[in-house]
């Protein structure tokens, strides 16, 4: 199989290059009754025109903007390159996103027309709200109903017929706008952003050039939400070198498919690889004595081995025999789960404890550090196969250009920056053109780059020090049966952490979880500096979720978010830690605070 030889212009030229050269290689498969189903790059193609035609038919056009509320699927890519071709400009909603939420950017991006998933979406969604909304199309199910008398409903099949006998519209230019995406909002109200299609495609082609190794006939897995433009991004990627695009709809079921997938390359956020390691424990726990022990000399063994693949220390024959007997007796077998041909994985969206890296090395897992933000649609650092450093995000892409202000901030300079927000609200970038990116970081003399949080979540206690949250809430994400963990506390003397249970520990008895773990916070946070500890806990059953809007569709914190609903009891809370030493008070049946001090 060929590369595409021409370079590309428009989001387009990948799949039509890829059909041109390799028509019959598979494109993207999906699981239709159960099966996985293959489809090729000219059926693809093919389909997406149809549905072009049929938009076309009914008024979507140049400059028209269009959303898609739907799981992961294959109709997802479909009408993406469809909307394209029309000169549209797409923008992906999480299905499992706050209504109201939604409702808010649809109405800020002006979306004329909405793809969704069945109508049943579109009824929580309450269209009748977005008086600009003109044209709803239901992948499933019946047409929708009008949500007002501008608007009109369609079938996929009812827009197929709509566009028969029509011809292709005229496809944009590289400088028209390709999609439209918001900010994560973690830190306030999300805000728009417009891409054009080279800047989209300069961001592929920097992936690509970044990754050499993803190959024709590779298998990557789609099971991000496609709202996630880095995932769509991929998904260019795989097309851009005749990559096969695994497509899995629901999430939840990931670990299940990635053994029937076998992936070459898996991309992922760091809370699902922090899952991973939890269940790859908790197998070895289950172990007979005898195993465990064989298990536990394995993973020493991996462990030394890439300690020197990283200093780049040649191993003796003892040691070189050692790895082989311990990949055979355990590694393997524990790199199965990913399917056993995992070459490498990537992560991104969030920080990376080094220790957890350096844990999946060990298993002859390498997981490659990435960094991006909503602003620059070109990452702006990634660790790759030929050169990469645990505790870094790699080194800067060659479309970016990197600065570090005096107060330590990272700033960013490129083609992929965006300038201004819908609305022509101002980004903030400098009379240079740098993006300030709100990220604390510093740039080695090897040019790798280190980041050391965030300024807007790193906060200050009333004594004067400075709190970096993120490496106590992975030490707290460590404890037995934690699931999600927050560290605040602004203006207080100390700080205090909301802890929320595993669905495994959702029937234990919420006051005596509370207390265990508390007692074992000193020990489990005994690396870190001790005015970083939380001095008490507010333990909830109920997991933090992207429909509540206490987390992105990225699965980020929306710290505020997270501190304004459970306001009333961290008030109560750090009230009864200004009076009493020691205490468990369970709130309700869902609550339960606890203080972290030792009793005197």
Known sequence: MSAPRVQPRILSDFAHARAELDPEQIAFRHRVADVWTGVTW???????????????????????RIAIMAPTSLEWELFQLAALLNGAAVA???????????????????????VVADSGLLERL?????????????????????SHALTEGYT????????????????????????????????????????????????????????PEIRAGDRMVCWLPLSNLFQRMLNYCAAGRGAETWLVSDPQTIMQRLPEIRPHVFIAVPRFFEKLEEGMRNRL?????????IAEWALSVGDAHARRLRTGTSPS??????????????????????????????SGSAAFPASLLERFHAMGLLVLEAYGLSENVVPVALNRPAAWRFGTVGKVLPANEIAISGEGEVLVRGEGVCRSYLGDLPADVDADGFLATGDLGTLDEDGFLTLSGRKSEIFKTSTGRKVAPL????????????????????????????????????ESDLATFASTLAARIPEALRDLPTYSHPAGLLVLRTPFGIASGELTSNLKLRRA?????????LDELFARLENESLFVAQLDANRCLVSCRRAT
């Open 317 to 346: 024959f003892i040691a070189r025999c050692s790895v082989v007997l311990a990949e055979r007796l355990v590694l393997q077998r524990l790199r199965a789960v990913l399917g056993g041909e995992v070459r490498y994985l990537v």
């Open 92 to 114: 992906g909603f999480d299905p499992h996103d706050h209504p109201t939420r939604v409702r808010a950017m649809m109405a800020t991006a002006d979306i004329d027309t909405l």
């Open 156 to 211: 996929v099949e009812a827009l197929l017929r709509a566009g028969e006998g029509v011809a292709l519209p005229i496809p944009p230019s590289g400088d028209d706008p390709a999609t439209l995406i918001f900010t994560s909002g973690s830190t306030g109200e999300p805000k728009g952003i417009l891409y054009t299609h080279a800047q989209v495609v300069l961001a592929v082609e920097s992936i690509l050039q970044a990754f």
């Open 42 to 64: 000219t059926e693809f193609v093919a389909r997406a025109e149809a549905l072009a035609k049929g938009l076309a038919a009914v008024g979507l056009t140049h400059g028209s």
């Open 471 to 506: 490496p106590v809430e992975y030490a707290l994400r460590r404890l037995p049966g934690v699931d999600q963990a927050v560290l605040l506390g602004a203006g207080n003397k100390a700080p205090v952490a909301i802890i929320t249970l595993m669905a495994t520990r959702a």
């Open 285 to 293: 726990d289950a172990l007979s004595a005898w195993s465990r022990t």
């Open 561 to 569: 978010v997270i501190q304004s609903r459970h306001k009333d009891a």
């Open 126 to 146: 309450a269209a009748s709200e977005l008086p600009n909304l003109r044209r709803i199309i239901c992948l499933a199910g019946a047409a929708p109903v009008q």
